[in-house]
């Protein structure tokens, strides 16, 4: 049972471009909620999160948007470059339960064309 | 400064055999996780150890082990490798639990033939 759902699977931007990723979860419980991008032979890297009390937050070209109501956040990448290129995850976790263990997305493949 | 280290990073093992994964977690961060990633798949949760305590368990079969030292570094034992073992295996560290500011080493290949 998947609590986390990602789309798209893939992604082709143009350079300059607006990358768009959105995930929807499940479980009301989840009160943090991190993206990951991880490059082919790397570890996820922490990206930036949000917690549920706040509907939106930019870090640089990096910007999540919250949607507590619909239990829905998406990832936006203004001014795509080629070196966005990676594999990005949502991720969401039940920062006050017993096991704070990350419940991830499949993830999405990002391709930024020069 | 050092970050999250592995060890080995890449491993080949037959069906059957046993493998010992370690991770060197961020100095100062009491918090260790470990999480397989199969090709195209997002990272499943495996175990969490905080304080050298099992504080969380995913859903794999008791094949997966894992202990965590008085030094904070962790090892994930899997016992009877299947095929299906074959993945990346990450580890990640936290200053405290639950896992948020969890940082991810650069994960281990196994591969099992």
């Known amino acids: 049972q998947q609590q986390v759902k990602q789309s798209p699977q893939s992604l082709i931007v143009q350079k300059g471009g607006i990358s768009i990723i959105n995930c929807a979860y499940e479980?009301?419980?989840?009160?943090?909620f991190p993206w990951y991008q991880q490059f082919p032979g790397k570890g996820p890297a922490l990206l930036i999160a949000i917690r549920p009390d706040v509907s939106e937050k930019k870090e640089g070209r990096f910007t999540i948007s919250f949607n507590k109501s619909a239990k829905q956040f998406s990832l936006h990448i203004m001014d795509s470059q080629p070196g966005d290129s990676a594999t990005y995850f949502c991720?969401?976790?039940?920062?006050?339960?017993?096991?704070?263990?990350?419940?991830f997305g499949k993830g999405t493949k990002l391709s930024v064309k020069p | 400064d050092a970050g999250v280290t592995q060890s080995p990073t890449h491993l080949i093992k037959t069906r059957g055999q046993h493998v010992t994964l370690r991770c060197s977690p961020i100095s100062g961060h009491k918090s260790v996780s470990w999480y397989q990633q199969v090709l195209g798949q997002g990272p499943q949760f495996i175990f969490q150890y905080y304080e050298k305590e099992e504080r969380g368990r995913g859903n794999f079969p008791d094949r997966f082990s894992a202990r965590q030292f008085p030094n904070y570094s962790s090892e994930l034992n899997v016992n009877a490798l299947l095929l299906g073992d074959s993945a990346l295996y990450l580890c990640?560290?936290?200053?405290?639990?639950?896992?948020?500011?969890?940082?991810f080493g650069q994960g281990t290949r196994l591969t099992v033939v």
């Open positions: 479980n009301t419980a989840f009160d943090y």
């Open positions: 990640a560290s936290s200053p405290r639990q639950p896992n948020t500011e969890a940082f």
């Open positions: 991720a969401a976790v039940n920062y006050g339960g017993s096991q704070g263990n990350l419940i």
